[in-house]
């Protein structure tokens, strides 16, 4: 009878993780990039609507072991900017990424 129980239990629990909605974890990396762009001059900062990508990157993207570790941290957002938005990659856009890496790729 503990099986049986058992059993339904794990499939009553698997049916609700499944059906449950998934809230998404990341902000879209052309959202960082045009607010990032914003902020570091290159175009109107965004405002509050800005708020959720500038909080993602400055603690999401930002990399410690145990501490603030700026050259991991640059790495790993200048990886989630470059291939995330296509657009970061553009011949005229590359000033921009360098630009915000430069003055905000390695702060925390």
Known sequence: MKLRALFTTL?????????A????????????YMCMAGISGFGL???PAC?????????????????????ASA??????LTP???????ATNTAVLSAIMTQWGWVP
């Open 84 to 90: 995330g938005c296509p657009g970061a990659n553009v």
């Open 51 to 71: 708020a959720p990508a500038l909080t993602y990157w400055h603690t999401a993207l930002a990399v410690y072991s145990p501490y603030f570790n700026p050259p």
């Open 75 to 80: 790495a790993r957002r200048r990886t989630y």
């Open 11 to 19: 499939t009553l629990g698997a049916a609700c993780l499944t059906t």
């Open 21 to 32: 909605p998934i809230h998404a974890q990341t902000v879209d990396p052309c959202t960082v």
């Open 45 to 47: 900062s965004g405002g």
